[in-house]
């Protein structure tokens, strides 16, 4: 199954290299609440799997819904920053942040995973994904604002 998962990540492809149409249509903030959202609904979906039967479709939904999200997290990370910090800030949001949560969050998920099962390992996952696309709705006059207040790291 791993190895089947691996080879279908290849679904995102060309979904990154077409993304363009999308951002014409739609904001780089409401596509990546779209991505966002994409993510939850595989996740829940994962949760409720009971065979390897549905997970070719999943993955291969899921691609696009990564793909927008990647995409838009990181135009979102490079409009907000200032000029002189864009390495810095996608650095934190792409390494940093990721390895904070991988160590603070890995042994409660293994813990759920052991004692209370994977549904609702899944499930919890799936409401954590939502709730940042809820913050994304409800900061987004700040987030709007940030673009026009971009100040350097370094600020004397």
Known sequence: V???AACL?????????????????V???????????????FTLSLAFL??????????????????????????????ISHPANVATNQAITWVT??????????????WMYENVGPRPLFIL???????GALILVVWRRTIDTARHERLPLHVN
């Open 27 to 41: 904001s780089t903030r409401n596509a990546l609440m779209i991505g966002l959202a994409g993510q939850a609904l």
């Open 125 to 131: 996952a799936s409401l954590v994904i939502v709730v």
């Open 2 to 4: 791993g190895v089947f």
């Open 9 to 25: 990540g290849l679904f995102e492809v060309p979904w990154m290299l077409g993304m363009n149409r999308i951002y014409r249509r």
């Open 50 to 79: 009971t065979g390897t039967t549905l997970l070719f479709p999943l993955i291969a939904m899921r691609g696009f819904f990564y793909a927008i999200q990647n995409i838009s997290l990181t135009l979102i990370v490079t409009e």
């Open 97 to 110: 942040m990721p390895a904070l949560a991988a160590i603070l969050t890995g042994p409660l998920a293994g």
